[in-house]
């Protein structure tokens, strides 16, 4: 199809690691470069609550506890695109995640930006397991920027915060050591194709400005 646009990943251990700021980078892109956002999180979920055909076998999966395959995602990033205008400049937020995604995509998408978050993973173990919630009403506290007046406790009620499974140290550990065993080839397989731009670093307002700078010099302002 010949449609521009970056796949972001993230890196800590690469592609996009749990807490490795791809949903700040993300947002800042869109408000400063004139992208279409194409989350497949967000549209698998928008399908199945239409009860698309496409939504409709990913629900299947999901239901099961099976990963949604391949071929499916795929199908639903295409689907996306043919409805776009040509040369609609398309933000893939998240994906691909594998070699074998890339590769599905790229015969029929030209991915010409493939931007590298390279967070270190002491960083990204330190944020997650730094966050903490309130489980009645759902507001989140993080120790590192917007931590609880008291600690332990939710501002407004004084009951007691809890920390997710997801976000305890550990969890966050295994998480990351997978996430690099499924992903580090496919950082490999964008450099290899000379569109790999990796930004270094660990706070998302120090790198999202040599990101922007990068990203003028590719003509998509």
């Known amino acids: 199809m010949g449609r521009r646009g970056p796949a972001l990943t993230g890196r800590a251990a690469p592609r996009r690691p749990p807490g490795g700021g791809k949903g700040t980078i993300s947002k800042k892109i869109l408000n400063d470069f004139p992208f279409h956002h194409l989350s497949t999180g967000d549209e698998l979920r928008s399908h199945v609550s239409a009860g698309t055909a496409v ?130 080839p496919l950082i490999g397989y964008y450099a290899e194709a000379g569109v790999l731009a990796s930004f270094a670093g660990t706070e998302s307002d120090v790198i999202y400005p040599e990101v922007r700078e990068f990203l003028n010099t590719q003509s998509v302002g």
């Not at 944020?127 to 009645?136: C, F, K, P, T, Y």
């Not at 590192?144 to 008291?150: F, G, M, R, S, V």
């Open 55 to 184: 939504g409709t076998q990913a629900k299947s999966f999901m239901d099961s506890g099976s990963l949604v395959p391949d071929e499916l995602i795929i199908q639903l990033v295409l689907e996306e695109v043919a409805k776009l205008p040509a040369e609609t400049n398309v933000l893939l937020d998240g994906f691909p995640r594998t070699v074998a995604q890339a590769e599905a995509l790229g015969r029929e998408i030209t991915v010409d930006i493939a931007i590298n978050l390279d967070i270190p993973e002491a960083t990204i173990v330190e944020r997650m397991s730094g966050r903490w919630i309130h489980m009645a009403s759902g507001r989140v506290y993080a120790y590192d920027y917007n931590p609880p007046k008291e600690e332990g406790k939710d501002d407004v009620t004084g009951e007691a915060l809890e920390q997710r499974e997801d976000d305890k140290a550990e969890t966050v550990m295994a998480r990351l050591r997978k996430y690099a065993e499924v992903t580090q």
